[in-house]
């Protein structure tokens, strides 16, 4: 909003006032004005939520006052572009004084220490361990990498934020981690930071590789459970490192609405390769990774269903994945299953599916959704609209059709991930919303 | 003062003052930097990262009046291209009704909120557009 409005302000050399609810409008004059567009943007606020109201209320809020000044919304609309800019509108040029963070923090007692992280919310609020000098060198001996190597730059929010080699050992310290993790860990940070936005993102871990039996991920019973030191750490590590690297702070420029109990570990887990059915490649393997090498991949979603129960024979089961994935948004087209080695076995043996690729395609042209409640999600209105807007295909199409049309979503199949971790104690699995992007290398971390 | 000028005037490297590299700064001599005890007064690493701060950029100056000016009056397609159309519907006829010298133009961005849309910023200036009102969010 911000961006919009100070592209119209400098390109277009006319004043500009946006509209905006007033979480947003704190965000736009605080964190976004400092660290993103530099401009203060000139701001009238209307009461939240604001969209899909009925005409009713809308009008109410046109009519209404405006949540900052307290004045006629519309009379607060001209004063913003009438009134003589102040000397802080006026500012231009470099930042007096570039922010700095000392390598070393003050010398206090552990207590304090403590009581200092987690009001800084550098820390998930779960006890951490203190990143003393001799514990972060000590990580640091995981990686042949500098510790002043930046590994990417975080600007999720603004800040360009350089994360080093350095940082991220300290948050593996604090997740708890050891040395041998800390390539893992390395491969994470190049995904930072985890999802942060208002629609209340997580994120999804998945191991991939003969790293997982080296370090002993959780592929079986429980994979995605906390009964896993490996899974634990290295998922508590990617928590951790998005909201230092990412200064990621409660209502200042984070923002999710509800939050997600996934990102406090982003559900790592490894795959159990071990159990695939013949002719079922490993995840990695599918994204074209050597089934020796050892990957690591993200995904970001927001949710999953369980099957609740054992599969029946009455109704197989990819019919039941397919019934619950047709909830889902559909969003770029993502989602990953989650399936027990049983259900994998089921559903080649059973059922046909001699490779993981033919079960997504299987869903890509059988998962229907009808069509109102397709364009009824706001990450599609925000998304997909603008694509129908262009006259890409087939959203344009889509949006003329009537609101009981049936569509078929899931357009692309490569989108939709097949994942086996499990036990073999119940057939079991879960749908999930979660798009999975191309993996990382760990072994490039070591 | 600008810590960093002082810095280079002495024809030392700012970037002392970031921690970098990793061997810029040592813990404070006569502190423990190990595990100490409970109680213990210790040094840990920070693990935060300065941000660096956006350039500023003045406003535009205000407009005298809105006499006989165009507001050009850009929905950002927040939540959808629909989810607006009462509230702008609404502010054009109060400016109708209020101002009747003003001129009101609508219209939606192709690209979204997350988008850019350089057609439309030309459409801005060649409409001669006096102001601007950008929304809606929330």
């Known amino acids: ?446 | 003062m600008d810590r960093r000028k002082v810095l280079r005037f002495l024809g030392v490297s700012p970037a002392l003052l970031t921690g970098f590299p990793a061997s810029a700064e040592k813990a404070p001599a006569g502190v423990s930097s190990s595990d100490g005890n409970a109680g213990d007064v210790i040094t840990v690493l920070n693990p935060a990262i300065a941000g660096r701060l956006a350039t500023r950029v003045p406003l535009v100056p205000p407009l005298d009046s809105l006499d006989n000016k165009t507001i050009y009056m850009v929905n950002l397609s927040w939540e959808g291209p629909d989810a607006a159309n009462y509230f702008y519907e609404t502010m054009t006829q109060w400016m109708n009704q209020h101002y009747t010298g003003v001129k009101t133009i609508v219209k939606v961005t192709a690209e979204g909120m997350f988008g850019s849309d350089p057609s439309l910023l030309k459409a801005i200036t060649a409409s001669k557009a006096d102001a601007a009102i950008v929304g809606v969010a929330g």
């Open chain 1, 1 to 446: 909003m911000s961006r919009w409005a100070k592209q119209i302000e400098m390109q277009c050399k006319i004043p500009a006032v946006g509209v905006a609810s007033s979480n947003i409008v704190h965000y736009a004059t605080g964190y976004v004005a400092k660290y993103q567009t530099g401009m203060p943007i000139r701001y009238v606020s209307v009461p939240f939520p604001f969209t899909g109201q009925p005409r009713a209320v809308d009008v109410g809020y046109v009519t209404g006052k405006d949540m900052l000044s307290g004045r006629p919304l519309m009379t607060a609309v001209i004063s913003a572009l009438t009134s003589p800019l102040t000397d802080e509108e006026k500012i231009s040029g470099a930042p007096p004084e570039e922010a700095v963070e000392p390598r070393f923090l003050p010398p206090d007692s552990e207590e304090n220490l403590r009581v200092l992280f987690d009001d800084k919310e550098w820390t998930d609020f779960n006890t951490i361990i203190l990143p003393t000098e001799k514990r972060v060198t000590e990580m640091l001996k995981g990686t042949s990498h500098k510790p002043d190597e930046v590994i990417k730059t975080i600007n999720i929010t603004g800040g360009a934020r350089p994360l080093t080699v350095e940082k991220v050992a300290i948050n593996a310290v604090m997740a708890g981690a050891s040395p041998e993790h800390f390539p893992v860990i390395l491969a994470l940070a190049t995904q930072a930071p985890f999802g942060n936005s208002t629609s209340s993102m997580a994120n999804m871990v998945v191991i991939s590789g003969p790293i997982r039996n080296k370090l002993k991920f959780n592929c079986g019973t429980n994979a995605m459970g906390p009964y896993n030191r490996s899974n634990a750490v290295v998922g508590r590590a990617f928590a951790l490192m998005s909201k230092t690297a990412g200064d990621l702070r409660n209502n200042v420029n984070a923002w999710e609405t509800l939050g997600n109990t996934m990102q406090y570990n982003s559900q790592c887990f490894g795959e159990n390769e071990e159990a695939l059915p013949e002719g079922w490649d490993p995840l990695h393997a599918e994204m074209g990774f050597k089934p020796t090498d050892n990957v690591l991949s993200v995904g970001t979603g927001w949710s999953s269903i369980a099957s609740v129960g054992a599969s029946q024979s009455i109704y197989p089961t990819h019919y039941l994945m397919r019934d619950y994935m047709s909830s889902f948004c559909a969003s770029g087209s993502a989602a990953t299953v989650v399936m027990d080695p049983t259900v994998a076995g089921l559903l080649k043996d059973t059922h046909g599916f001699s490779t993981k690729a033919q079960l997504s395609e299987w869903f890509s042209q059988n998962i229907t959704k009808v069509n109102a409640s397709y364009w009824g999600n706001g990450v599609i209105q925000s998304t997909a609209v603008p694509f129908a807007l262009q006259g890409l295909e087939p959203y344009a199409s889509w949006r003329k059709l009537p609101d009981d049309a049936l569509i078929k979503p899931f357009t692309n199949s490569k989108a939709i991930h097949v994942v086996v971790a499990g036990g073999k104690v119940q057939t079991m699995w879960f749908v999930t919303d979660f798009g999975i992007r191309r993996g990382v290398l760990i072994d490039d971390w070591a």
